[in-house]
């Protein structure tokens, strides 16, 4: 059976925002209506966009050490694409964008 990309793959929790807040796991959410984040994400991803607008999606999709920390699942709401990223380590998250956007 084929599970829903907004289902979170280290607990099953429906991170969706129809269901309400997501789990710990969540990281964020981009989406063809715009990105939904974790605190700490929105903080990385405003610092990114500052050195240049499409860094922050460049790492999310192309770097390989901020990859390595993530688990990104596709979600499709009706026609429109999402991508869901989650993490069992946001501490080592942060610390591969943090150092990447330097």
């Not at 084929?2 to 129809?18: A, E, F, H, N, T």
């Not at 999709?61 to 990859?67: I, P, S």
């Not at 688990?71 to 026609?79: G, S, T």
Request: charge should be negative.
């Amino acid at each position: 059976m084929l599970v829903p990309g907004w289902v979170c793959p280290y607990c099953g929790r429906d991170c969706s925002p129809i269901e309400g807040p997501p789990c710990t796991h969540f990281f964020l959410a981009d989406g063809e209506f715009g990105w939904r984040f974790t605190p700490a994400a929105e903080h990385l991803h405003d610092a990114a966009f500052f050195r240049h607008p499409s860094l922050f999606r460049d790492l999310l999709y192309h770097d390989n050490v901020c990859r390595q920390h993530l688990i990104l699942r596709r979600a499709l709401y009706e026609k429109s694409l999402e991508v869901y990223a989650f993490t069992d380590r946001p501490e080592a998250a942060i610390a591969a964008f943090q150092t990447a956007i330097r």
